[in-house]
């Protein structure tokens, strides 16, 4: 499973990990990433906040029974 996205500048898909900054008051990890075709630096930004999501859905499941 690939964990960063495409370059925006080249839409090449092979970069290296620069740093990775998590937030835990928002739940998102901002990861920074040098393209390592047209070395181009960009930012990839994922939301970590599944374990919500899931609570929710138990609680409408609970309300649903």
Known sequence: MKQQGKCPYCNSD????????????????????TCLDC???YKETYSTQYMQTTKLTSCMAHRAL
């Open 14 to 33: 092979y970069a290296q990990t620069n740093s990775r900054d998590f937030n835990s008051n928002t739940g998102l990890l901002v990861i920074t990433y």
């Open 39 to 41: 070395a181009e630096p």
